[in-house]
């Protein structure tokens, strides 16, 4: 069966995947992870993964200022995604 979790649209989430989710295995217990200008939450989503698969509880705080303009909207459309 396919994650379509993985099969987000990225900017580079998913190519960088293994390197943040390496990054988040080495981040010290009690940390918080800030990931600052996502697009449509690829890169969150690998972030999100390494978290998920630690025994400790994690903060992930995501800031954006996303907005979903003409281009934007045309720019998912690309990847199968529709945006309003």
């Known amino acids: 069966m396919v994650d379509l979790r993985d099969s987000i649209p990225s900017t580079g989430g998913r190519e960088l995947g293994q390197a943040l989710q390496e990054y988040v295995h080495q981040i ?26 630690r025994t400790t509880t994690h903060r992930l705080d995501l800031y954006g200022r996303f907005c979903a303009t003409e281009a934007e909207v045309l720019r998912a459309a690309n990847t199968g995604i529709h945006l309003r």
């Open 28 to 53: 010290p217990d009690g940390s918080a992870v800030v990931e600052v200008g996502a697009w449509l939450g690829a890169g969150t989503r690998q972030i999100a993964k390494a978290l998920d698969a």
